[in-house]
């Protein structure tokens, strides 16, 4: 989904000079919308330059998949579904920094849309609504759609061994976090490079977005001259979100904000409502080798303490320098799907290589790792549960295999969908354009 939206919005990018490449002409027609060929070939060519395949004729594939989007959102106008301006935006500007990373600056890529990134955003709206359209469209077809176990086990009964899903191997672990104390004078260190920053713009000796690249700490936005995307208060921390909003001044440079991250100082682009758009640049203070065997030394007296059995790891956690776990007794929770269950590949590089030759129940040595916040941590973590992987079983994975029935029957709902609506459809295909094996034959009609 990510690679054709890439490509559908690669479409609006095209120049003016591609774009006379091409002799238009309409080429289908679905109900009052029409198809151009400059449509077809333009996502053609973007989808080389990506390295996309297409399993038959793209002349075929191409302007079949655009029909059907154009199914779904006649039905989104008969529906009357409609998407919040700020969901749409948030996918824009996803849009916008995926594309800053793919092209290399802003600037490359204003030069190759041959517009202003103001003007790109208000192009691509158009494009990214559609697309939420169409993703709603398809969840309100398919959220009926429930099965029984019996369902799931009757589905599963007699498929071969080789089609059953493989589990990977998960985990549960438990871990008790301490952060190393910083000096007071490495924080001034890092106020002072801040000010100097700033006295460096304000004298218009270096530019914000210079230093940025050259400073920054985040590294999410330092490519980009520390530039943020449009966000809502509740999107930001709330120390970052105070000072952010009440800039007013986009010559201004704000004080240093200390948020969990680090320290910044920030810089307005633009506001639109209750979103803003700024740059700013972090620093974060260093931790000290003395800090960190300090904390790794605390935690291994720690791991003594529970290997003795004299406190349990559970009780210990209220030790834990880590907010997000602290207070569910260490217990790790995967952002993926919202359960204490990890596959190796999903847990932090540190812990998945602390756990990976540990027995249940057993406690790590202290080890040092970098956090979700992009802070230098110290930490032990308890392998708390472990299932190796297999082929699933209605006793352990029943939610995964229902999903897999409740992925086919959405699938079938979904074409049997498109195939009466093309039925119930004014749908008309140029001669020479009707030639193709599609995936759905109702478009021809006698």
């Known amino acids: 989904m990510k690679n054709l939206l890439f490509i559908l919005f690669c479409i609006t990018c095209m120049t003016a000079s591609a774009q006379n490449n091409v002799v238009d002409e309409v080429v289908w027609v679905v109900g009052d919308e029409a198809i151009l060929k400059s449509d077809v070939e333009m996502t053609r060519i973007d989808g080389i330059s990506l390295g996309q395949r297409w399993d038959g004729d793209p002349y075929c594939v191409i302007p079949e998949q655009l029909a059907i989007q154009k199914l779904f959102l006649h039905q989104a106008a008969i529906d009357s579904i409609d998407v919040s301006d700020a969901e749409v935006f948030r996918s824009v500007d996803e849009r916008i920094n995926d594309a800053?990373?793919?092209?290399?600056?802003?600037?490359?890529?204003?030069?190759?849309?041959?517009?202003?990134?103001?003007?790109?955003?208000?192009?691509w709206y158009g494009m990214m609504k559609e697309q939420h359209l169409v993703q709603e469209v398809r969840k309100n077809l398919v959220s009926g759609i429930k099965v029984t176990p019996a369902q799931v086990r009757r589905y599963f009964k007699d498929l071969?061994?080789?089609?059953?899903?493989?589990?990977?191997?998960?985990?549960?672990?438990?871990?008790?976090?301490?952060?190393?104390?910083?000096s007071q004078e490495e924080i001034d260190r890092v106020k002072d490079e801040l000010r100097d920053y700033t006295d460096r713009i304000n004298k218009g000796v270096s530019k914000f977005s210079t230093?940025?690249?050259m400073y920054s700490e985040d590294k999410g936005s330092s490519n980009q001259g520390g530039e943020m995307p449009f966000m809502g208060r509740g999107e930001l921390v709330p120390e970052f979100a105070n000072v952010a909003f009440n800039l007013t001044d986009p010559n201004a440079v704000s004080k240093i904000v200390e948020t969990e991250f680090g320290f910044h100082i920030i810089q307005l682009i633009e506001k639109q409502g209750d979103r803003v758009r700024c740059r700013h640049i972090l620093r974060k203070p260093r931790v000290s080798d003395e800090a960190l065997t300090t904390a790794l030394n605390y935690l291994d007296s720690i791991s003594d303490v529970i290997r003795r059995e004299e406190k349990t790891f559970d009780e210990c956690t209220r030790f834990s320098h880590d907010k997000d776990t602290r207070n569910n007794y260490g217990i790790m929770m995967n952002p993926v799907d919202?359960?204490?269950?990890?596959?190796?590949?999903?847990?932090?590089?540190?812990?998945?290589?602390?756990?990976?030759?540990?027995?249940?129940g057993e406690i790590s040595k202290p080890f040092i790792m970098v956090n979700s916040k992009g802070k230098e941590v110290c930490?032990?973590?308890?392998?708390?549960?472990?299932?190796?992987?297999?082929?699933?079983?209605?006793?352990?994975?029943?939610?995964?295999?229902?999903?897999?029935?409740?992925?086919?029957?959405?699938?079938?709902?979904?074409?049997?969908?498109?195939?009466?609506k093309q039925q119930k459809t004014y749908i008309r295909i140029n001669e020479e354009w009707k030639n193709c094996e599609f995936k759905y034959p109702g478009w021809i009609k006698d």
Not at 100 to 123: P, V
Not at 382 to 387: E, G, H
Not at 400 to 414: G, M, P, T, Y
Request: charged share 30%; net charge neutral; aromatic share 6%.
């Open 100 to 123: 800053i990373q793919n092209y290399g600056s802003r600037d490359k890529l204003e030069e190759y849309a041959g517009m202003s990134i103001t003007k790109l955003r208000e192009k």
């Open 211 to 213: 230093l940025a690249v």
């Open 379 to 420: 930490a032990v973590v308890k392998l708390r549960n472990k299932i190796n992987g297999h082929r699933a079983t209605m006793a352990d994975d029943y939610q995964a295999l229902q999903n897999v029935v409740v992925n086919k029957l959405s699938d079938e709902k979904i074409e049997n969908w498109i195939r009466e």
């Open 160 to 182: 071969p061994e080789d089609s059953i899903p493989f589990i990977p191997t998960t985990v549960q672990c438990q871990i008790l976090v301490r952060q190393p104390e910083i």
């Open 338 to 360: 919202g359960t204490s269950k990890f596959e190796m590949r999903d847990l932090p590089v540190e812990v998945a290589r602390a756990v990976a030759n540990m027995n249940v």
